[in-house]
């Protein structure tokens, strides 16, 4: 398990349940199998090049990537689809 700590809400779980508490801290935990273990190394190759922590690191990523679907969601929908 791999927990990153962040200022407000205290605990995200991102396996098949999704479960969140507030507090005053906050904390990222995610569960990673095996097989994804690879993944991690890569995150750390992405905080060492961006210079950023984990936290900020994982959602730069997920900003990216849900931009990325509003984007193909926007278009879809100018296009009729």
Known sequence: MCC???PRFTY???SKIFSMQ???Q???CLNVSRRNKKMI???EVLMLEKN???TDTVFQIIKKEYE???SKKRNRQ???V
């Open 78 to 80: 100018l296009l009729g």
């Open 68 to 70: 990325a679907f509003e």
């Open 26 to 28: 906050q904390k990222l």
């Open 41 to 43: 190394e890569k995150l």
């Open 12 to 14: 995200y779980k991102f």
């Open 22 to 24: 507030r507090t005053k």
């Open 4 to 6: 990153l700590n962040f």
């Open 52 to 54: 950023l922590s984990m």
